[in-house]
C-alpha cells in the first residue's frame, strides 16, 4: 500500500489529489483518494511523493553497454553475461523497468531476470541484428572475408550478436531464426551506422524485397520489424517494405517525415547531443557519430512539425559511464519537449510501442502507467519530476521506492509491516 502519494499517471501533465495505491499479486489493484481496506499490506507512507510509471527505453542493448566491440567478439561468452548482469541490475536501479533491446544475444538475461536468477529490467528482445555483407552489425574484419554461403558462422554470429544474410531467402531465415527464440520484434540494419567500420552513413542496404521477407516472418509471428536507418532513402525504402518502427533517423528530410507521419510510422529516436563516450571508436567512427549528433535537432523539430509517433531511447553502445547518464539523457528531452512530454513519453507512449508485439508481448498487460489493473512498475520520486525532470538523473537520491511487477527492489523509507 503507498500512502498518501500524488500520482503521475503517465498520460496527464498534471498530478492527482493524495491518493493511495494497493498492489495486489504484481498488478496495480486499487487507487483512491480514500482509506483502502487491506489490514495484510506493507504500508509505504509517500508523505505526498510523486508515484510514477517506471521508466521505459525503446533502444537498448543490454549485452553491448560495458564490453568494447572487440572484447565483445573476444570474451568468453559466459563473461560476458555475468557483465551483462550487473549492468541489468544497475538499469533497474536507475529506475528503468523495461527495456527494448535493439540487438544482441539478450535471450538468457532475459530468461534469468524472468526467473528471478537476476535482478534487471523486463527485456522485448530483438536477438541478432540482421545485416548485410558491409553493413552496420558486420563486424567481420578483411582477413574473414570472403564469406562461403553455407559455411560455418562467424565469430559474431556464433555469437548471436548480429546476422548476416544477403537475398530475401537468408533474411527469412534469419528473421525466423530470432523469433524461434523468443523475439518480440525483429531488427535489421536498413543503412549504415556509427560503430561499424565497414558501414558509411550513406550507404543503403537491404534491397526492398529483402526487406519485405523480415517483414512477412515478423507479420506471420503477428509481430513487427524495426530498422536502423539515418537517410531518407534507408527510410523511405524500408516503409515501403511495411516496416513499422525506424530506429535514429538523425538524417532524414522533411518529405521522409511527411511520409512517416502519414503512414503512422514510429520513429524510436535518441537525443544525441555531445561525443561522450566515442573515445572508445576510432577516428572514422567518431567523424560518423558527430554527423549523426549534427542532426538531433532537425530530427526532433521534424517530428514535432509532422507529430510523428516518437519514442525514447538512449542507445547506449561500449560505456558504463555513459549507461549512468541514462535518466540525464531523459531529461536532455527537455531541449525539445516540456518535461510532461518527456516523461510521457518515456512512459505510456514507450508502452504503446511495446504493444505493436502483439502476441509476441512475454509481459500481458499494460505498462508505463499507474491505472487499476496496470502491471506494478513502479517509482517513489522525492519530488515533483514534472516541476523539475533533472530528479531522474539521479536515481539514487531521488528515486525512493523501485518496484517492479509488484516487487520492491528498492525502499528507502520506512514503512509499517503487515498486520
Given at each position: 500500500m503507498f500512502r498518501d502519494v500524488r500520482i503521475f499517471d503517465g498520460k496527464s501533465a498534471t498530478?492527482?489529489?493524495s491518493s493511495n495505491v494497493l498492489v495486489r499479486a504484481g498488478k496495480i489493484d486499487k487507487i483512491s483518494t480514500s482509506e483502502i481496506a487491506a489490514d495484510d499490506a506493507q504500508r509505504i507512507n509517500g508523505d505526498g511523493r510523486v508515484l510514477m510509471p517506471g521508466l521505459i527505453d525503446a533502444h537498448w542493448h543490454a549485452m553491448l553497454v560495458r564490453p568494447t566491440p572487440m572484447a565483445a567478439l573476444a570474451n568468453d561468452v559466459g563473461y560476458t553475461n555475468l557483465l551483462a548482469a550487473a549492468e541489468a541490475t544497475d538499469t533497474l536501479m536507475r529506475g528503468f523497468t523495461t527495456v527494448r533491446d535493439m540487438g544482441g544475444p539478450a535471450f538468457a538475461l532475459k530468461r534469468a531476470i524472468d526467473e528471478n536468477l537476476v535482478t534487471g529490467p523486463r527485456i522485448y528482445p530483438s536477438g541478432a541484428m540482421i545485416t548485410i555483407t558491409g553493413g552496420h552489425g558486420d563486424f567481420r574484419q578483411l582477413h574473414e572475408l570472403p564469406r562461403v554461403i553455407g559455411g560455418p558462422p562467424?565469430?559474431?554470429e556464433q555469437i548471436g550478436g548480429s546476422m548476416v544474410a544477403d537475398s530475401p531467402d537468408e533474411v527469412r531465415v534469419?528473421?525466423?531464426e530470432q523469433l524461434m527464440q523468443g523475439a518480440t520484434q525483429v531488427k535489421l540494419t536498413a543503412g549504415g551506422g556509427v560503430a561499424s567500420p565497414f558501414s558509411p552513413l550513406d550507404v543503403s542496404t537491404f534491397t526492398e524485397p529483402e526487406l519485405r521477407a523480415a517483414v512477412e516472418a515478423a507479420e506471420n509471428w503477428g509481430t513487427y520489424v524495426a530498422v536502423h536507418a539515418y537517410t531518407p532513402?534507408?527510410?523511405?525504402r524500408s516503409i515501403a517494405a511495411g516496416v513499422k518502427c525506424i530506429e535514429h533517423g538523425h538524417l532524414m528530410d522533411e518529405a521522409t517525415a511527411r511520409l512517416m507521419a502519414e503512414k503512422g510510422i514510429w520513429l524510436?529516436?535518441?537525443p544525441f547531443s555531445d561525443l561522450t563516450g566515442a573515445s572508445a571508436l576510432g577516428p572514422a567512427e567518431q567523424a560518423k557519430k558527430q554527423?549523426?549528433?549534427?542532426g538531433t535537432d532537425r530530427v526532433y523539430a521534424l517530428a514535432r512539425q509532422y507529430k510523428i509517433k516518437t519514442?525514447?531511447?538512449?542507445d547506449v553502445l561500449f560505456s558504463q559511464e555513459l549507461a549512468k547518464q541514462q535518466g540525464a539523457l531523459l531529461a536532455s528531452l527537455t531541449r525539445w519537449y516540456t518535461p510532461a512530454e518527456a516523461l510521457i513519453m518515456a512512459t505510456s507512449t514507450n508502452a504503446e510501442l511495446l504493444g505493436l508485439s502483439g502476441p509476441?508481448?512475454?509481459y500481458p498487460g499494460r505498462l508505463g502507467v499507474v491505472e487499476e489493473g496496470a502491471l506494478a512498475d513502479l517509482l517513489l520520486v522525492d519530488g515533483n519530476p514534472l516541476e523539475n525532470i533533472n530528479l531522474v538523473a539521479d536515481p539514487t537520491r531521488n528515486f525512493v521506492v523501485i518496484m517492479k511487477d509488484g516487487k520492491i527492489y528498492k525502499n528507502h523509507l520506512s514503512g509499517e509491516a503487515p498486520r
Amino acid at each position: 500500500m503507498f500512502r498518501d502519494v500524488r500520482i503521475f499517471d503517465g498520460k496527464s501533465a498534471t498530478l492527482s489529489r493524495s491518493s493511495n495505491v494497493l498492489v495486489r499479486a504484481g498488478k496495480i489493484d486499487k487507487i483512491s483518494t480514500s482509506e483502502i481496506a487491506a489490514d495484510d499490506a506493507q504500508r509505504i507512507n509517500g508523505d505526498g511523493r510523486v508515484l510514477m510509471p517506471g521508466l521505459i527505453d525503446a533502444h537498448w542493448h543490454a549485452m553491448l553497454v560495458r564490453p568494447t566491440p572487440m572484447a565483445a567478439l573476444a570474451n568468453d561468452v559466459g563473461y560476458t553475461n555475468l557483465l551483462a548482469a550487473a549492468e541489468a541490475t544497475d538499469t533497474l536501479m536507475r529506475g528503468f523497468t523495461t527495456v527494448r533491446d535493439m540487438g544482441g544475444p539478450a535471450f538468457a538475461l532475459k530468461r534469468a531476470i524472468d526467473e528471478n536468477l537476476v535482478t534487471g529490467p523486463r527485456i522485448y528482445p530483438s536477438g541478432a541484428m540482421i545485416t548485410i555483407t558491409g553493413g552496420h552489425g558486420d563486424f567481420r574484419q578483411l582477413h574473414e572475408l570472403p564469406r562461403v554461403i553455407g559455411g560455418p558462422p562467424s565469430r559474431m554470429e556464433q555469437i548471436g550478436g548480429s546476422m548476416v544474410a544477403d537475398s530475401p531467402d537468408e533474411v527469412r531465415v534469419r528473421a525466423r531464426e530470432q523469433l524461434m527464440q523468443g523475439a518480440t520484434q525483429v531488427k535489421l540494419t536498413a543503412g549504415g551506422g556509427v560503430a561499424s567500420p565497414f558501414s558509411p552513413l550513406d550507404v543503403s542496404t537491404f534491397t526492398e524485397p529483402e526487406l519485405r521477407a523480415a517483414v512477412e516472418a515478423a507479420e506471420n509471428w503477428g509481430t513487427y520489424v524495426a530498422v536502423h536507418a539515418y537517410t531518407p532513402t534507408a527510410i523511405q525504402r524500408s516503409i515501403a517494405a511495411g516496416v513499422k518502427c525506424i530506429e535514429h533517423g538523425h538524417l532524414m528530410d522533411e518529405a521522409t517525415a511527411r511520409l512517416m507521419a502519414e503512414k503512422g510510422i514510429w520513429l524510436s529516436t535518441q537525443p544525441f547531443s555531445d561525443l561522450t563516450g566515442a573515445s572508445a571508436l576510432g577516428p572514422a567512427e567518431q567523424a560518423k557519430k558527430q554527423e549523426v549528433v549534427a542532426g538531433t535537432d532537425r530530427v526532433y523539430a521534424l517530428a514535432r512539425q509532422y507529430k510523428i509517433k516518437t519514442a525514447f531511447g538512449t542507445d547506449v553502445l561500449f560505456s558504463q559511464e555513459l549507461a549512468k547518464q541514462q535518466g540525464a539523457l531523459l531529461a536532455s528531452l527537455t531541449r525539445w519537449y516540456t518535461p510532461a512530454e518527456a516523461l510521457i513519453m518515456a512512459t505510456s507512449t514507450n508502452a504503446e510501442l511495446l504493444g505493436l508485439s502483439g502476441p509476441r508481448n512475454p509481459y500481458p498487460g499494460r505498462l508505463g502507467v499507474v491505472e487499476e489493473g496496470a502491471l506494478a512498475d513502479l517509482l517513489l520520486v522525492d519530488g515533483n519530476p514534472l516541476e523539475n525532470i533533472n530528479l531522474v538523473a539521479d536515481p539514487t537520491r531521488n528515486f525512493v521506492v523501485i518496484m517492479k511487477d509488484g516487487k520492491i527492489y528498492k525502499n528507502h523509507l520506512s514503512g509499517e509491516a503487515p498486520r
